[in-house]
């Protein structure tokens, strides 16, 4: 009888990103490696997309399964589709697809946010927001996204659940309900003008180079288009 006998550790992925100023060159691993189970590849590219391919094998392997971690598993599959050199197989995107959905399904709420979890725990706001940002580039690219998932996600955003601008934490995450709100359709031009006086009076020094000031401006673009 043999056992084997191995690390009581996940997989680990290293990505090592640099940039060629020579024509040959070496990179060296910076861990000891396991032949039996190692696999290593590489990438050269003018775009640092090439990147991409090591990022994704690493969300491939991730050996955890929150909401959140499913959500980044799916988004290579879906924006990374048509990319030829990351080489996706079109049926294989369409299954992955189908069974992480399955999976996110499972765990949005009643009120039609996304649970880290067991829907029980209620909802998680960035969590669901990240899950929708994901099923309105799933939808945009031709994926069939349910519409009573996608329609009940987008009514818990319009139930006023982001609406909360105490520290600029909440206030970003308001701002980016607001974007994906506009991408789905919808029209929350009063709620746009109230965000932008709270940040210009709570967070003038701050919110211009924060993440808020993007979802904001992408979401006074959509409105006038």
Avoid: H
């Amino acid at each position: 009888m043999e056992t084997s006998i191995r690390p009581a550790v996940p997989y680990i992925t290293d990505v090592i990103a640099g940039i060629a100023e020579k024509p040959t060159f070496e990179i060296t691993a910076n861990r000891r490696l396991y032949p039996e189970f190692m696999r290593q590849s590489a990438a050269l590219s003018p775009l640092p997309i090439a990147m991409g391919e090591g990022l994704k094998v690493f969300l491939d392997q991730y050996p955890y399964g929150c909401s959140e971690q499913l959500t980044s598993k799916l988004i290579p599959y879906v924006v990374l589709k048509t990319r030829p050199e990351f080489k996706i197989d079109a049926k294989k995107a369409n299954e992955m697809f189908a069974a992480l959905l399955t999976q996110l399904r499972g765990r949005q709420t009643p009120s039609g946010g996304f649970a880290m979890y067991d829907p029980n725990e209620g909802d998680n706001l960035p969590v669901s927001l990240y899950v929708l940002q994901a099923l309105i580039e799933a939808r945009e690219r031709g994926f069939p996204v349910p519409n009573d998932v996608f329609d009940r996600a987008v009514g818990f955003l319009q139930s006023g659940a982001y609406r909360k601008t105490t520290n600029l934490s909440e206030a970003r995450m308001f701002a980016q309900s607001l974007y994906l709100l506009a991408r789905a359709g919808q029209v929350p031009g009063n709620d746009v003008g109230f965000l932008r006086k709270v940040f210009d009076q709570q967070y003038k020094d701050t919110w211009k180079t924060d993440a808020a000031a993007a979802y904001l401006a992408s979401a006074y673009r959509l409105l006038k288009q």
